[in-house]
Each structure stands twice: as structure tokens, then as C-alpha cells.
């Protein structure tokens, strides 16, 4: 089991976050990135051509690793979830009838693109509800997804 990592966040003492599915606190060390990153902005006229690009390809390639993909070229760093969504979505040739299925309960950066996809190309946005059991819900509720599949099925969004 992980240690208690509370000291590697700016939080008071008395506060337990716990919700970090919508927005977790920084660590620290990012926060001292941050503001470093902060500062260098003060002074434009010493940020290089490759600031822009070395700390993204040293990224990717950490990543990469870490997710054991061997090519880092295919990891996209975005601003946001909804923008690497729509972007998505924008490059889908969705066609008329075809179903976009997706799980209840999501984060609306994972409902808007695909919402708007489907009304703007006449297609279908289903979503798929989650067992009203607690006992084996996540087997269940990907069983379902898994068989609501179908040849009109062109897009599985799951974020």
C-alpha cells in the first residue's frame, strides 16, 4: 500500500480532498514548475524555439515509457480534455444513422463533442446506464457496453 503523499501538496492540515476525478490539487513540485514557467514568461526575449518543444518531447518520451508505447510520436499533448474531444469528434465522418455510444454518468467534456456530432450528421448518441447492483457493477456494466456494439455502432467515447 502507498504512504500518506499529503506532504507533497499545499493543503491545510485539516482538509482531506478527495475529489480529484474533477480537479485534483497540484503537487508541489508542479506548482514550483509553474511558477518557474511563470517567471520566464517575464522575460520573453530569453524563450528559445526550443523551450516550445524540448520539455513536450522529453514528456512524451517519459510517458511513453511509462505506459510501455514505443512510439512517444503518437502521444498528443492537448490544453484540455474537451479540446482533444472535439478535435476528435471534428474527424469522425460520422454518416446518418450511425450510433455513438458512450456510459451514463459522465463528465460533460465527454458529452458535448459527441452530442453535436450526432445532431449535426443525423446521427445517434446512445448511453449505456450503469447495473443497478454494486456487486461486480464495472463487469457488468462492460459486458453491456461491450454487447450494445453493432455494426451501426462508429464511435465507443469512453473518457
Not at 129 to 150: C, M, V, Y
Amino acid at each position: 500500500m502507498i504512504s500518506c503523499q499529503k506532504d507533497k501538496f499545499s493543503l491545510p492540515e485539516d482538509v482531506s480532498y478527495l475529489n480529484g476525478a474533477y480537479m485534483s490539487p497540484q503537487l508541489k513540485s508542479v506548482e514550483r514548475v509553474g511558477i518557474e514557467a511563470l517567471r520566464k514568461k517575464n522575460q520573453p526575449y530569453l524563450i528559445t524555439t526550443e523551450d516550445f518543444f524540448e520539455h513536450r518531447r522529453s514528456l512524451k518520451e517519459k510517458y511513453a515509457r511509462l505506459i510501455s508505447l514505443d512510439a512517444p510520436e503518437q502521444i498528443a499533448i492537448i490544453p484540455s480534455a474537451s479540446y482533444g474531444l472535439a478535435n476528435a469528434a471534428r474527424n469522425i465522418p460520422l454518416k446518418p444513422g450511425q450510433e455513438i455510444l458512450m456510459v451514463a454518468e459522465q463528465f460533460p467534456s465527454n458529452v458535448y463533442s459527441w452530442k453535436r456530432l450526432a445532431e449535426e450528421k443525423g446521427g445517434i448518441l446512445r448511453t449505456v446506464s450503469p447495473p443497478d447492483t454494486f456487486e461486480g457493477r464495472g463487469e457488468k456494466w462492460n459486458a453491456e457496453l461491450l454487447g450494445q456494439i453493432t455494426e451501426k455502432t462508429a464511435v465507443v467515447a469512453l473518457h
